[in-house]
């Protein structure tokens, strides 16, 4: 057999500041050409695993091992950051921070740079990368004009201008959007294959990772290898479920169909699986069987946009006769690429941007001469990173702040404060720094400053990026309670579980305009929509069609349904 | 957006002068205007100075932003010395040529001779400062500095520092938004405390989510090599070719004939007066 490209030996780390290891006793090897994904929730230590293999780990973030790491045959112990980067590149998650050029070209040229390569052969080098991964129209260009596609291609063009053996990706689905992520995957595919490169992909959003062959799945849990394994039978197991990994819905919709899933029907992907004709009547006989929750809605409007026009210059409209609405108690997204409109559509009802043309209007009132401050007090708006919110040390002083601002008595504040505290589960931290909280407690944070002024909707900006699905649960769950609690909520995302789990019902934006406003299990199984939209269709849809359900839509809906039920 | 270092691209001999040649005869062409108060050699500067604009094929409405900016600021700097100091140039020349008026606020020859002087040293500065920053590629900016003996990892953060410019700008104005939603007033219905307090509010979050950047960044760097080596080479740099070294030679020449003419006047000051 092949010399392994990479290997672990009973390897053990523990940071210096930690009190247990992160890695407990990871042995595996990767073989050249091979392409893994490294899966697991979040804080299973699949971050440090990857920085162990990158070098990161001991350069820049300290502690304790024991065992080994073998890069083509050597042992990591004895290499620098510098000597393993020349065997192993990093594509990190963010890749609007990765981006250390001013523009495309010297992005890609700055692991060159650092060679001390020539600046002919600098030049030479870049076009041939930039060819490659197909950026080479953009050279001049800086980083914010490009797409998040077109940064993914630069980050990799970045690496590949050495000759690497192992390509790392940590998260290259996070910041994308579906359809973004499904061409990222495909990309990555593409270079292994005319590279020869092991790849290490390391994602949480298994179903999106398998859109292309991958030749093993690595599940971590807690700090250790729980299960290696093809994903063909990776896939039959119930592991996924153990270690709180989002399962493939289809996977998950034959399984609620009583089917017995084997590796003999290639499960890995939804293009690739293999149903009998006894299969497919047990699906089509479920979905007969299940019922659908009736979704007529006769609550009044709380929100109604009519005719809106917005354009930072008079040039190029950004919104153009944008016409929605929201209904009283209601919890729904807005959808869409980046660019659509969507983000801009809630800056304009917050008041952040003034429209050009149109009307807004709230619970009967015309907002037009209300400031930013006026309308807080009706819409909240909550953004994407809690961190760009948070401007007090302590957790109570920061849900006070917009009360303090607002001049309301001191001890009403108390009264209010401690209110939303309670309501958001932060009761028993009030007294706590806001540094000691977790992601997920600070964007309750957040979100308690804005309730405490009692809006009655609130928008929220990707409420739950970058988050495994735990920890999405555990956000959307909370946004779900206090939507029962009467709080309508309007949530701007790209992500497909959230629209068909979360939001009964999705607005689609696409190009400055409202294209579509239909329930979202419709929407993600139309496939012009989803074409526009930058979406992708639920493998849900392929299974209705796969089964001749002629309905799709209809089949994704009670799905779900059937899925609330059961997690209850 | 009006950005602070505002490189404008185009083609023109200037702009292919290589940047540590420009940086340079900057620091030359200043030397030369900051060291002397002779009225020929700052009635040819700008001269010179409005001639390489004409090369540059940089407009006037390019840099007229800035250039207002700084003439109010230069006319205010003249009254101020004005006021504070009347009689300046009598005490630097010697003689007391009265024009008008008497007492403590007379106006003499002597101060407006200095008045003139003193103006002409700004308009043989600013103009070819802006031309330094219109047509210096920031990151080639960032390439000479490491020619001229800057360590690079102090010209790469110059670089990095540009390029983060715009992101900071639109975080900031987000941000801003956001929490003037949450009432913190920042227009000018609040007090210049109000606003403070405000601005920290926003600054806060600001400085808290660029410190996570500059982890990420600082990983990415080094996982691409940055630090490996003493020297690095520049993508941007480009090599010194004949001219570079005739136009450094020329500003040399500037730089002599000011401390000549130092000299020969005996003082900074040429003075026509005796």
Known sequence: MEEPILKFENFTFQYNAQKKPTLYDISFSIRKGEKIIICGPSGCGKSTLMHCINGLVPHSYKGEKTGSITISGKNTQNMSIFDISKSVGTVLQDCDGQFVGLTVAEDIAFALENDCVEVDQLHERVKSVAKLVNIDDYLTHAPNE?????????????????????????????????????????????????????????????????????????????????????????????????????????????????????????????????????????????????????????????????????????????????????????????????????????????????????????????????????????????????????????????????????????????????????????????????????????????????????????????????????????????????????????????????????????????KGKVICDDTSANILTNPEVIKAANLKETSLYDLALMCNIENPGDYAQRFIDYEREVER | MTNLFNYIEKPSPIHNLSGATKFICLLLWSFAAMSTYDTRLLIALPIISIFLFKISRIKLKDVSFILTFILVFLLLNTIMIYIFSPHHGTEVYGTCTVILGSGKYSLTKEQLFYHLNYTLKYISTIPIVLLFVTTTNPSEFAASLNKIGVKYSIAYSVALALRYIPDVQREYHEISLAQQARGIEMSKKASLVNRLKGASAILIPLILSSMDKIEIVSNAMELRGFGKNKKRTWYMGRKFRSIDYICIVLCLLLLVVSIVLTKVNGSRFYNPFV
Request: charged residues 30%.
């Open chain 1, 146 to 510: 490009l797409s998040g596609g077109q940064k993914q291609r630069v980050s990799l063009a970045g690496i590949l201008v050495d000759d690497v053996d192992i390509l790392l990706f940590d998260e290259p689905l996070a910041n994308l959007d579906p359809a973004t992520g499904k061409y990222a995957i495909e990309l990555i595919d593409e270079i292994q294959k005319t590279t020869g490169a092991a790849v290490i992909i390391v994602e949480h959003r298994l179903e999106d990772a398998l859109h292309r062959n991958v030749d093993r799945i690595i599940i971590m849990n807690e700090g250790r290898i729980a299960v290696d394994a093809k994903p063909d039978e990776l896939l039959c197991q119930d592991i996924l479920k153990e270690t709180g990994i989002r399962e493939p819905l289809y996977i998950t919709a034959l399984k609620y169909a009583g089917v017995d899933i084997t590796p003999q029907m290639k499960p890995s992907s939804i293009r690739s699986i293999v149903l009998s004709d006894e299969d497919k009547r047990k699906v089509v006989s479920w979905y007969e069987n299940s019922t659908k929750e009736d979704i007529e809605d006769k609550r009044p409007y709380l929100l109604e946009v009519k005719d809106l026009e917005f354009s930072y210059d008079k040039k190029a409209k950004v919104l153009q006769g944008v016409n929605a609405n929201v209904k009283e108690g209601e919890m729904m997204a807005i959808v869409g690429t980046n660019g659509a409109g969507k983000s801009t559509f809630s800056k304009v009802i917050c008041g952040f941007e003034k429209e050009t043309e149109g009307t807004i209007i709230f619970n009967g009132e015309n907002l037009s001469d209300y400031s930013i401050k006026e309308r807080a007090d009706k819409i909240g708006y909550v953004m994407q990173n809690p961190n760009q919110m948070i401007s007090k040390v302590m957790i109570f002083d920061e849900v006070a702040l917009g009360l303090v601002t607002r001049g309301v008595p001191e001890d009403e504040i108390k009264t209010r404060v401690e209110e939303t505290l309670k309501v958001c589960g932060l009761w028993q931290f009030r007294n706590w720094p806001i540094s000691a909280l977790s992601y997920g407690q600070k964007k309750r944070v957040t979100i308690a400053s804005i309730l405490v002024l009692e809006p009655k909707m609130i928008i929220l900006d990707e409420p739950t990026a970058g988050q495994d699905y735990r920890h999405y649960t555990e956000i959307m769950e909370f946004l779900l309670k206090l939507n029962k609690k009467g709080i309508t909520v309007a949530m701007i995302t790209h992500d497909m579980h959230l629209m068909l789990e979360y939001a009964k019902r999705s607005i689609v934006f696409s």
